[in-house]
């Protein structure tokens, strides 16, 4: 039996929407991109033209009221993923939502209780918890000694094929001190 394409809406058509969850969705023949909302009229216009998007909004509220959606990806800032987040449940969709989950323990904790409320899928985009690098890491389960004691180019090699070759000693320094 032929299934429906799930209709996808975007919230945020920044840096994330454009490399990653656009990418993403039209490499994946079961789903669309049916309609994208950004009050950034410049980012709004240029992930539509990219992706083809055929609805187009500067309020997510307004995508909601006018677009039949079965899921919405949340790709705004972390601070209004709380807001953004009551909105996709109150409108009845599965969520995917960016991470961090929020900028508040109070915030996060309120998204926590309407996840659980909800009857439909909602998952936060810890995409690094799905790499083989970092599996391997959480397998070892020294997670700390692991980072404290790991070379730089050790660093690089958990990076998924694509960055390996093309990010520089620069950015592993950053991974070493954020680990501190
Ligand atoms: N860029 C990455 O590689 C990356 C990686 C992991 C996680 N993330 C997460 O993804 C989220 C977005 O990050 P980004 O890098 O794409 O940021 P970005 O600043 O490039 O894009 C954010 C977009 O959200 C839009 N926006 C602001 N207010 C909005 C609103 N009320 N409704 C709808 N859209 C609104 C902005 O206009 C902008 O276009 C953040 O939570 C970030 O932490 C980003």
């Excluded at 079961?30 to 216009?45: F, G, Q, T």
């Excluded at 995508?63 to 953004?84: G, N, Q």
């Excluded at 083989?132 to 958990?158: C, N, S, V």
């Amino acid at each position: 039996m032929k299934r429906d394409k799930l209709k996808v809406g975007i919230i945020g058509c920044g840096q994330v929407s454009r490399v990653g969850h656009g990418l993403a969705i039209r490499a994946d023949k079961r789903a669309v991109i049916a309609a994208s909302a950004d009050p950034d009229d410049e980012n709004l216009k240029s992930f539509v033209r990219k992706f083809k998007v055929p609805g187009i909004y500067s309020d997510h509220k307004e995508m909601f009221k006018k677009e039949t959606l079965d899921a919405v990806v949340i790709a705004s800032p972390p601070w209004l993923h709380r807001e953004h987040l009551k909105d996709s449940i109150d409108a009845g969709l599965h969520v995917l939502c960016e991470k961090p989950l929020a900028t508040t323990p109070k915030d996060i904790k309120a998204m926590v209780r309407m996840a659980k409320e909800h009857d439909k899928i909602v998952q936060i985009g810890h995409s690094k918890r799905f790499e083989p690098g970092f599996q391997r890491i959480k397998e070892t389960g020294q997670y700390r000694d692991f980072w404290q004691d790991l070379p730089d180019e050790h660093l690089l090699a958990l990076l998924p094929p694509r960055f390996q070759g093309g990010v520089d000693k620069a950015s592993a320094g950053y991974f070493k001190k954020s680990r501190d």
